[in-house]
T-cell receptor
């Protein structure tokens, strides 16, 4: 069973287009995240939602807009795509467990290529 | 803000031990995580330290010294499948990741 899933896995598009990436988790977690991993493998937090409420909003261009219809889903919409948006985008989810820590479970990633 | 440093690359032989160091400077500390990421795959959780000392989990151990802003991940009895990137991360809900250390295990 897939714990955190993302679609699509690969996305190739032209500059200026608008695209969306979808994420779903079946772990019953309250918190979900979007990360961007660039070509240098640096993994950087973009957004986080807890029970559909935005709790982390890093310095990200407002062309990026997250939407959480329910706590199991967190989608990412990107307007007016630019070359620099090319990266792998990871969705993740977490719940503070009995160990007291916030282990995050990552989806398989979406490799976005902007031409 | 957070500043997290770890070596870029390490190479070791199958069966050997490798220690990956991580130093951090943070405005607050809620815990330190180590994640493993194989090429083209998602990061997966390895370990968590919030108190000083050593946490052991099978072939992998992680150490933390909060006063020194220092952690290491120790991989023992290296196997070829351990070839991956190892990411040090600090925080709680908001994780700040280091750039990762690529470990190559040679036969």
């Amino acid at each position: 069973d897939t714990a955190v899933s993302q679609t699509p896995k690969y996305l190739v598009t032209q500059m200026g287009n608008d695209k969306s990436i979808k994420c779903e988790q079946n772990l019953g977690h309250d918190t979900m995240y979007w990360y961007k991993q660039d070509s240098k493998k640096f993994l950087k937090i973009m957004f986080s939602y807890n029970n559909k409420e935005l709790i982390i909003n890093e310095t990200v261009p407002n062309r990026f807009s997250p939407k959480s219809p329910d706590k199991a889903h967190l989608n990412l919409h990107i307007n007016s795509l630019e070359l620099g948006d090319s990266a792998v985008y990871f969705c993740a989810s977490s719940q503070v467990g009995t160990g007291g820590h916030n282990e995050q479970f990552f989806g398989p990633g979406t490799r976005l290529t902007v031409l | 803000g957070q500043n997290i440093d770890q070596p870029t690359e390490m190479t070791a032989t199958e069966g050997a031990i490798v220690q990956i160091n991580c130093t951090y400077q943070t405005s607050g500390f809620n815990g330190l995580f180590w994640y493993q990421q194989h090429a083209g795959e998602a990061p997966t959780f390895l370990s968590y330290n919030v108190l000083d000392g050593l946490e052991e989990k099978g072939r992998f151990s992680s150490f933390l010294s909060r006063s020194k802003g220092y952690s290491y991940l120790l991989l023992k009895e290296l196997q070829m499948k351990d070839s991956a990137s190892y990411l040090c991360a600090v925080g709680d809900y908001k994780l700040s990741f280091g750039a990762g250390t690529t470990v190559t295990v040679r036969a």
